[in-house]
């Protein structure tokens, strides 16, 4: 059976070796990168299954080289910050960031981090109800996992897609805040509201013509997030 490929992207080298030596024994294959422009080259070069990201590194920091990953690529990615700030890691989960991890952690924490986006990523779609569902000018195809709006594709990552799909299985709903936590990301991550506040936005950003005044995803306050069936 083919070892899942972990790229870690760290410019700290005792952390570094940490990394490396721990997802080693815990099955991965490991390549790695200590700075922005390293990363993006390893990136197209091994094309690995997850990437472990610093954003404090050198020539290029983690955000732009996450934005650039982005631009054509869903693989999961865990982003690693120096800071226990939210505002570091809804910047993180902004630039395109599955999860993040502050320093210093236990591997414990990062190998759970790790195979829950990994997790998330090959989860199969539930709650499909058709193949196509079209709303407005939006189509959202459940089994090509694609999304298209005015005919233009939109690119989603993994968790964003799921995020779209289980607000149009229940089209005209409110779902809550709480529902949407549980089905996604799961019981642990059930009170990290900022992980579905940035998916939402970042949504929004791709297939809204105005984000601010959104027409598909429609905000219920203080309750969850809608998707009406007429736009």
Request: glycine share 6%.
């Amino acid at each position: 059976m083919k070892r899942p490929l972990a790229l870690v992207v760290e410019d700290e080298s005792n952390i570094l070796r940490f990394v490396r030596a721990n997802l080693r024994a815990s099955g991965f294959e490991v390549v790695s990168a200590t700075n922005g422009i390293d990363a993006l080259e390893q990136f197209e070069k091994v094309k690995p299954d997850v990437i472990v990201l610093d954003i404090m590194l050198p020539k290029i920091d983690g955000l732009e080289v996450c934005r650039r990953i982005r631009e054509g690529s869903d693989v999961p990615i865990v982003m690693i910050t120096a800071k226990n700030d939210i505002q570091d890691a809804v910047e993180g989960l902004n630039a395109g960031g599955d999860d993040y991890i502050t320093k210093p952690f236990a591997v414990d924490e990062l190998l759970a981090r790790i195979n829950a986006v990994m997790r998330r990523a090959k989860a199969n779609i539930s709650h499909v109800q058709s193949d196509k569902i079209k709303i407005g000018k939006m189509v959202v195809d459940m089994t090509q996992r694609a999304v298209s709006v005015d005919d233009q594709t939109i690119h989603l990552t993994p968790t964003e897609f799921k995020v779209l799909n289980y607000l149009v299985n229940n089209l005209d709903k409110v779902v809550p805040h709480e529902e949407l936590m549980l089905a996604i990301w799961g019981e642990d991550y059930r009170d990290c509201t900022h992980y579905l506040r940035v998916s939402i936005g970042r949504l929004r950003q791709k297939i809204e013509k105005d984000s601010s005044n959104p027409e598909y995803i429609v905000t219920c306050s203080g309750v969850g997030y809608m998707i009406r069936s007429k736009v």
